[in-house]
């Protein structure tokens, strides 16, 4: 794969951003260009050198393109096949990154732009949006879907596979209708479901708001998603309306067996929900690749153990670390026990290795 490509973003905030950083980083000969809504975002990505050319529009320049990422909402980036159509070379990768597939391979196959186009979905992000919270390191380890439509050349799904891959994702290949109803189950209906529990305590609460106040951990962690973008995830529902209908059914159906049991005093009902939940619930690991949040956590051997947690976060403050945890750890996996530091992000994970193994620190990173 040659290194002095143009690619092309049509959107750029959170995970155009990411993206486009991360070409930028991993290809510094690359030249990227970029199309957004607002002028600001433009002026922004230019003043960071994320891009090098900036467009009030689609251009002609984006038939310079040997990849064009449309990373909008997803009938945004339905809506500007029909003009790129004329402009792109029939070397040209065109993907998108959006969170549901059938829509836009549909009006793909209706253009006929079936050869040029691979659809593209990395599993990963936040709540967040825009380029400002963009990072290079958003897609590493994360699966990166990708959706080649049935007129697309091996060779250029190779190509895109391992533009992937060299950007540190791992490239998964499904069907764009299986994509759409994973992601119903396993995306969509959680957002839902955040949302949906997030306006019940809003309108259960009292007028002192004693719910929002003593809101603890448990309800925060689920409900996170619930300050996603309301514009990108109104598109999302109705893009994957049929099959979010089926697994919202299938949900409703098993809340109203919860209420059964719970009317019937069945608490062995209620305990297999429990035990069940927990058993899949721990097979699935924190630290795998996925929408869920990464980890960036290392292990240190414990110098000693009165003073060693302090010794060492007093290192980490005084350099500019921030620490999300910080704990001793017993397990087989070391011989002797261990702190395990977490961090909130990948540099902060970078930088405190470097620092500590020149405080003379045994770190482990795993
Ligand atoms: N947020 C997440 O965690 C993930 C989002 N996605 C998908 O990625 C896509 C982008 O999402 P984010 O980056 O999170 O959103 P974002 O809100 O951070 O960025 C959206 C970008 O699209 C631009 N845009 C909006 N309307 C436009 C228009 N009419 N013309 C040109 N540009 C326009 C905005 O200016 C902005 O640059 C969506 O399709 C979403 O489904 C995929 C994986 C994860
Ligand atoms: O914030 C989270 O945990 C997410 O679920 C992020 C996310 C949002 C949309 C996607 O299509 C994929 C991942």
Not at 65 to 74: G, Q, R
Not at 227 to 255: F, G, H, T
Request: aromatic share 8%.
């Amino acid at each position: 794969m040659k290194s002095d490509f143009t690619a092309g973003f049509i959107g750029l905030g959170l995970i155009g951003g990411s993206i486009a950083r991360a070409i930028r980083f991993f290809y510094p000969d690359a030249r990227l260009i970029a199309h957004t809504r607002s002028r600001s975002t433009l002026d922004y990505a230019l003043d960071e050198n994320i891009i090098d050319e900036a467009y009030d529009g689609i251009s002609e320049a984006f038939g310079r393109c040997d990849y064009i990422f449309l990373c909008a909402p997803v009938e945004t980036n339905a809506s500007c096949l029909e003009r790129l159509k004329p402009l792109i070379g029939a070397d040209c990768i065109l993907t998108d990154v959006g969170s549901t597939k059938t829509d836009i391979h549909e009006k793909v196959n209706v253009l006929g732009m079936q050869k040029n186009f691979i659809g593209g979905h990395p599993m990963a992000g936040s709540e967040k949006t825009g380029i400002q919270n963009s990072k290079r390191h958003l897609i590493e380890n994360a699966y990166y879907v990708l959706t080649p439509s049935e007129e697309v050349s091996q060779e250029m799904l190779k190509r895109m596979e391992e533009l992937a891959s060299s950007l540190k994702a791992i490239p998964l290949i499904l069907d764009y209708h299986e994509h759409d109803y994973i992601t119903a189950a396993i995306s969509h209906l959680p957002h839902i479901i955040a949302s949906t529990l997030v306006n019940l305590v809003r309108d259960s609460d009292n007028e002192k708001e004693t719910m929002r106040t003593m809101a603890a951990g448990g309800f925060k962690d689920i409900t996170r998603i619930a300050s996603s973008s309301p514009e990108m995830w109104e598109q999302i529902c109705s893009a994957n309306r049929d099959n979010i209908i089926k697994v919202l059914d299938n949900y409703i159906n098993s809340l109203i067996s919860v209420k059964f049991a719970l009317a019937e005093q069945d608490a062995g009902e209620i305990y297999n929900l429990f035990s069940a939940s927990r058993e899949y619930r721990n097979s699935i690991s924190d630290t795998s690749s996925g929408p869920l949040k990464k980890v960036y956590a290392i292990y240190c051997d414990m110098v000693d153990e009165a003073g060693g947690i302090a010794a060492l976060s007093t290192i980490l403050a005084t350099n500019g670390i921030s620490i999300k945890n910080i704990g001793i750890v017993h397990n087989r996996e070391f011989e002797e026990a261990v702190l395990r530091v977490e961090f909130y992000e990948k540099e902060a994970e970078e930088k405190a290795v470097a620092l500590l193994r020149r405080y003379r620190y045994t770190v482990y990173e795993r």
